[in-house]
């Protein structure tokens, strides 16, 4: 059974950085490119960066380009998404997904930012 | 970026009917759109790729349609767990965006 579980989330100050890890199972990762997609409480969904699945391309939404990196270990069949300088419109559940349409996904996990 | 505008936003329908929702994009995205269903609580669920291929396991009364700036999710008779919010997502051109929602609601 494929299945991704996030973790890495919780309350942060404005300004803080946070590392999210996303743990693969039942599947290869290195065969998938790989999302992280959020929805701020309320909201709709939010692309925010895909990986390739080698690791060599990565892209970002403008919202969090130069603060967010994502980056992935296939050894650990595991993606990461590193934030920096966050900010309180940074505050979403966070999924990872896999492929150019998300075939897959995880449960979420949700990230804070408040003072 | 690419735009995409759902309508309507929301959509009021009682069990049995027939359902449309509509997805635009802001410029040509060929057939490289996807749609979700996403229930309160729970991570979105794939429902159709490049337009109109039904994901395995998806129920046969949903169906796509559409290419370039113009698609279509239909619902052919609505079922009591069908009742939730549906995004498109142009999968065509980085930054991959999705359409603001539309929420099937019962009447």
């Known amino acids: 059974e494929v299945r991704l579980v996030e973790s890495g989330g919780g309350l942060v100050q404005p300004g803080g950085s946070l590392r999210l890890s996303c743990a693969a199972s039942?599947?290869?990762?290195?065969?998938?490119?790989m999302n992280w997609v959020r929805q701020a409480p309320g909201k709709g969904l939010e692309w925010i960066s895909n990986i390739s699945s080698s690791g060599v391309n990565t892209y970002y939404a403008e919202s969090v380009k130069g603060r967010f990196t994502i980056s992935r270990d296939n050894a650990k069949n595991s993606v990461y998404l590193e934030m920096n300088s966050l900010r309180v419109e940074d505050t979403a559940v966070y999924y990872c997904?896999?492929?150019?349409?998300?075939?897959?996904w995880g449960q979420g996990t949700l990230v804070t930012v408040s003072s | 970026d690419i735009q995409m505008t759902q309508s309507p936003s929301t959509l009021s329908a009682n069990v049995g009917d027939k359902v449309t929702l509509t997805c635009r994009a802001s410029q040509s995205i060929r057939s490289w759109l996807a749609w979700y269903q996403q229930k309160p609580g729970k991570a979105p669920h794939l429902l159709m790729y490049?337009?109109?291929i039904l994901e395995s396991g998806v129920p046969s009364r949903f169906s796509g349609s559409g290419s370039g700036t113009e698609f279509t999710l239909t619902i052919s008779s609505l079922q009591p767990g069908d009742f939730a919010t549906y995004y498109c997502?142009?999968?065509?051109?980085?930054?991959?965006?999705f359409g603001q929602g539309t929420k099937v609601e019962i009447k």
């Open positions: 997502q142009q999968y065509n051109i980085y930054p991959w965006t």
């Open positions: 039942g599947f290869t990762l290195n065969s998938y490119e």
């Open positions: 997904a896999t492929g150019m349409y998300f075939r897959h």
């Open positions: 490049k337009a109109s």
